[in-house]
């Protein structure tokens, strides 16, 4: 029994792009780039800033506790200080569903929205924020449920075991309708103007910043606060931040057809019949214990997470499993990073790229680390950073192709430098932020050092994710503060700000800030 299901790649790219109205004609014609924004701030001119990162928030109570509001409770003492939040995505689980928007972010954000004194009033798709979050998609956003509450029979054993347990899977009657509710909440839904004249007027009230690409939209805190595209960029203080879309090159290459790629095949299938007579085992027992119950909802928790990691790595063999006539690679985006990477390096004025985005393409995490989806994304974005080191040459003067990357996807925090891997991803910081508020992961056993052909390609510096075991089990919800420093070669000054959930009680373990 699947818990979710994951859409193709190409009615990703087909849907997301029918909500903005991609390159519609009174778009064009206005010369509009639909994949840029200007944040308009009164502040634009220190070189000097701060902004926040959060990711995996978007869960709801677990054993009693929220632990999404919890770290964002760490974010309020710095939003004075802090420009924006950048979320590397999983804003809603478990299928992205617009039901649970109130719940597991109007409520817990509640202080960076418009109205968030009275958070019971704001719909999802009516959302305004005071302090910018701006976020890029993760997995569970676009996730659809397959069986689950699509109900083909409520009498089938798969789903009574479902409904008899005691896990709190964030699941209601639909899913996100393949990202629609992510689009509606955070997206300039453009595709919503069905009258005459009602495009062109949002067109040319909103889409009034100037930039060497063209007009682009104006986002203006307490205002309008829409995104323009699910991938987009935007500079601050002559920083160049690039937010991805992750979810659409994410394709595994198919397995040959060949007496290996049968071999493996076999393997995968059997690997995936094991992790789902493990998920009916946890639902069964789930059953039969109490949430009320201290240390039974302990034992929840810990299922819960079991469940959803089994999940996720179901979903990644079944892209291993897919036909080769249904992987599909997002070439468009890409195209589009590296044209913006090779531009950013030809501006004089730009002191520094951070480009952030879901999948991690390098991590430690248990789960995470050796997923085929993993080592699609690093290949992915080798190719493009290979490309343009070979465009902008010697521009570069050394310094790599950007300072920093962040993404979520594993659910812990996580601090990685890449040495040299033989390509352009070579010598770049690598931060995880994926530990905001969903069940938590373990690193791996197999040690901090990621070796590729047997040469040292990255090693983590910093692991905080779920560790320890029975009384001594320790859940550290993490989230960051990076502050912007110096002047023509930028300083990245990273502050982790921890919530730990141990022996029944929080605690605020503070972490030393790190420099990159």
Known sequence: MKLVSDPAIAKKIQKMNQRVRWQDPLIKQRGIDQTQLVLEDSQADDPEFSFLVVGDSGSGRHGGQNPQRRVAELTLPHLNDCRFMLHTGDVIYLVGSSEYYQQNFIRPYKEYLVGGEHPK?????????????????GNHDYYDLPIVLN???????????????RLDLDVGLHGSSTGDAYAKAFLDYLNAFKFPGDLDRHLDTYYTAKTDTGRCLSYQPGHFTRLPNRYYTFCYRGIDFF??????????????????????????EQRRQEFEQEKQQILETSAKLNPDDPSEAESLDDLHAKLS??????????????????????????????QRLIASWHNSEIRGR??????????????????????????????????VA????????????????????AHCLEYLQTYDTGHSDSF??????????????????????????????????????????????RRPYSCLRVDVTGDQHPKFIVRPLVAEWYQRQWHHPQLEPFVI
């Open 428 to 473: 770049i910081n690598w931060i995880v932020c994926g530990g905001s508020g969903f069940s938590l992961r373990r690193q791996r056993t197999e040690g901090v050092d990621l070796v590729e052909e047997d040469q040292l390609i990255a090693r983590s510096h910093l692991f905080v994710g779920r560790n320890g075991h029975g009384s001594q089990k």
């Open 243 to 268: 937010a991805l879309d992750s979810n659409t090159f994410n394709d595994p290459p198919p397995l040959p057809e060949t007496e290996e790629g049968d071999a493996k095949r076999r393997i995968l």
């Open 390 to 409: 070979a465009t902008v040459g010697d521009v570069t003067q050394g310094h790599p192709i950007v300072d920093l990357v962040l993404n979520g996807h």
């Open 309 to 338: 990691q089994i999940e996720e790595l179901v979903v990644d063999i079944d892209k291993q499993l897919a036909p080769q006539q249904t992987t599909y690679t997002d070439i468009e985006q890409l195209e589009w990073l590296k």
């Open 354 to 387: 951070v480009v952030y985005f879901h999948h991690p393409p390098y991590v430690t995490e248990a789960t995470k680390w050796q997923q085929a989806q993993t080592l699609a994304i690093r290949n992915r974005l080798r190719e493009v950073l290979d490309a």
């Open 121 to 137: 009033k704001i719909t999802y798709d009516k959302m305004t924020f005071r302090l910018p979050i701006l976020p890029v998609p």
């Open 151 to 165: 109900l083909l029979s409520i009498t089938t054993l798969p789903i009574r075991r479902l409904l008899r347990s």
